[in-house]
């Protein structure tokens, strides 16, 4: 899941982009824009569905080990999370400070 949020601040997640070659700089800009809003809106349902599989990793054991589910389950919280915010850092990047970079923040 951390490797799911890296893909995101390095915007190489999954994105069809048929429409953005034919779309002007402008329509780009925008266009980025609802890419990470819908990003953050997928890191969202993430978060929120996870919670109950902390819960549950509360109460179970791995059958090998003893250990407690819920270190597993946790990973899907944090990287839900951190989906969410890396969607928005790459949000307020392209409309408040109007860095278009293809390659992502910070690479």
Same mark, same amino acid.
Request: aromatic letters at 8%.
């Given at each position: 899941?951390?490797? *799911?949020?890296? *893909?995101?601040? $390095?915007? &190489?997640?999954? /994105?069809?982009? %048929?429409?953005?070659?034919?779309?002007?700089?402008?329509? $780009?800009?925008? &266009? $980025?824009?609802?890419?990470? =809003? @819908?990003? #953050?809106?997928?890191?969202?349902?993430? *978060?929120?569905?996870?919670? /109950? #599989?902390?819960?549950?990793? =509360? =109460?179970?054991?791995?059958?090998?080990?003893?250990?407690?589910?819920?270190?597993?389950?946790?990973? +899907? @919280?944090?990287?839900?999370?951190?989906?969410? %915010?890396? *969607?928005?850092?790459? +949000? #307020?990047? &392209?409309?408040?400070?109007?860095?278009?970079? /293809? &390659?992502?923040?910070?690479?």
């Amino acid at each position: 899941m951390i490797g *799911a949020a890296l *893909a995101v601040r $390095r915007n &190489q997640h999954f /994105e069809v982009d %048929l429409l953005a070659n034919y779309l002007g700089s402008k329509g $780009r800009i925008v &266009q $980025r824009a609802v890419m990470s =809003l @819908l990003v #953050f809106v997928g890191g969202g349902v993430i *978060a929120w569905t996870a919670i /109950e #599989f902390v819960n549950l990793g =509360l =109460l179970k054991k791995d059958p090998a080990t003893g250990i407690k589910m819920v270190y597993i389950y946790a990973s +899907l @919280l944090v990287g839900g999370v951190l989906i969410c %915010l890396l *969607a928005l850092e790459k +949000l #307020f990047m &392209q409309i408040f400070i109007g860095k278009d970079d /293809e &390659q992502g923040a910070g690479v």
